[in-house]
């Protein structure tokens, strides 16, 4: 795609570095038969390839952004689906990071869209903030019809829809701290703690440290670790965001340095696919463009990290039906599509494929909270396709996609280290049906 940015308008590096991406755009338009948005509504400005004319127009004409392009800017999931079809390479990422943080930067949303975002930046990275907000959030459930009344309210409808009826405990095995492997040694490795799954699922993490230590890899939870800052990011905000990429970084290269790591675990692929991009995040930044690139060159979501050991023979082999859903920050964002299959499948899981596995299930990080509608069609949309394997229970890597999947499921949805630890020898995962297991035998 031509482009016609002036030089003063080059000088800038992120200006820079978004003439590059679209210059790679050859507007084929392939991308736009896999978008969600496009896919669900039907208008080429909520494809790819209409968003990134209209993200080019506002750069080019350095002018603040308007009504226009944060409507259609903000019904893109960020799913990066677009980024898996496209034949050219165009960093599709990068570009709408971009339009966001400029969004930020020049315009001015109606009042309450600022507060529920500026509520949503306060609260959903702090685990202390989120465990009371969720409290509060019992209280307002009756109210849910009446917010969803309300076209400004109706956000905060879908906030308290999303908030579970019990809040489990907090995880003494989060607290900074080693966790010893058993038996040899095999490796040594530190876990991001996080912040939303860390609330609504401690067990995540609590099942991942307990299955690799049994499998001899030491565990560390560094002190000092936090959001990984995807949910501020997607909002456009910039500065938060790199505060915490900056805070987690520091973590982890003191763990590198105080006795070496061999990968940065994560088990929430939305987090994953922001870590693996910290060292371009923090490129500019002279005191942390190194630091930052080793630990993304270090990130593992949980499944490329168990499909490159050893690992033993499995304790039983369940056989049951598991319909594997691939989150889009897993698939997209990291292009880890075989691994978790593989794992599932050697563990004794037989594994279906929902159709449509690309199309995002409209949970997008605060996508489901700011955009109910479209996500709802996309979660119906999703579990229709996901009933339709006939599997006993749902597999995926992302909190953000068990709760929303959740949601209107009739079937279990865990996360597949849950799955996979209860094959190698742990319990049999919350939620699970002892049906699931008669059906099995
Ligand atoms: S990120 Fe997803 S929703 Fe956004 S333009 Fe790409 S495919 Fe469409
Ligand atoms: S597929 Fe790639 S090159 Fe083609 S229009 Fe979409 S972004 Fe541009």
Redesign the pocket.
């Given at each position: 795609m031509q482009t016609n940015f002036s030089s003063a308008q080059l000088a800038d590096p992120h200006v820079a570095e978004s003439e590059k991406i679209l210059r790679k755009c050859v507007h084929c338009g392939f991308?736009t038969a896999?978008?969600?948005?496009?896919v669900t509504l039907g208008n080429e400005l909520d494809?790819?390839r209409g968003?990134i004319y209209l993200i080019k127009d506002m750069l080019e004409n350095g002018r603040p952004a308007d009504k226009e392009i944060v409507t259609h800017i903000d019904r893109?999931?960020?799913?990066?689906?677009?980024m898996t079809t496209c034949p050219s390479g165009v960093n599709?990422m990068h570009l709408?990071d971009h339009a966001r943080a400029h969004i930020q930067e020049t315009y001015k949303r109606p009042l309450l869209d600022r507060l529920t975002r500026a509520m949503l930046a306060f609260v959903l990275p702090y685990p202390q903030r989120f465990r009371a907000a969720l409290k509060l959030a019992k209280l307002g459930k009756p109210f849910i019809g009446l917010f969803e009344k309300v076209p400004a309210l109706k956000p905060l409808g879908a906030m308290l829809k999303l908030a579970p009826a019990s809040i489990p405990a907090v995880s003494p095995m989060a607290s900074p701290g080693v966790h010893a492997g058993q038996g040899t040694k095999k490796g040594r490795v530190a876990i991001l703690t996080g912040c939303a799954q860390s609330v609504l699922d401690p067990a995540i993490n609590d099942t991942t440290i307990s299955l690799l230590t049994r499998l001899g890899v030491e565990v560390v939870v560094p002190p000092g670790e936090g959001c990984c800052g995807a949910l501020v990011h997607h909002m456009g905000r910039e500065e938060a965001a790199l505060a915490s990429a900056r805070q987690n970084v520091d973590a982890w290269t003191r763990a590198i340095d105080q006795g070496g790591l061999d990968a940065i675990i994560i088990t929430a692929s939305g987090c994953g696919t922001t870590i693996k991009d910290y060292g371009f995040m923090l490129r500019l930044d002279p005191a942390y463009a190194d630091k930052a690139a080793r630990v993304s060159s270090l990130a593992r979501d949980i499944t490329e990290y168990l499909a490159a050991i050893d690992l033993p023979e499995p304790v039983h082999k369940l056989g049951i039906i598991v319909a594997y859903h691939s989150a889009c920050s897993m698939q997209h964002g990291q292009k880890i599509t075989r691994q978790p299959k593989e794992l599932l499948a050697r563990a004794g899981f037989i594994v279906r494929e929902p159709r449509e596995g690309h199309l995002?299930c409209g949970s997008a990080g605060t996508y489901n909270i700011l955009q109910p509608e479209i996500s709802a069609r996309l979660r119906d949309r999703k579990v229709k396709n996901i009933e339709a394997t006939g599997a006993e229970i749902v597999a995926t890597g992302n909190i953000g996609c068990i709760t929303q999947i959740a949601s209107a499921a009739k079937l279990p949805v865990v996360h597949t280290i849950k799955l996979l630890d209860w094959a190698y020898g742990g319990p049999k995962p919350e939620g699970v049906r002892d049906e699931s297991l008669i059906a099995a035998e």
């Open positions: 991308c896999t978008c969600p948005t496009y494809s790819p968003r893109c999931l960020s799913c990066l689906a677009c599709y709408v995002c």
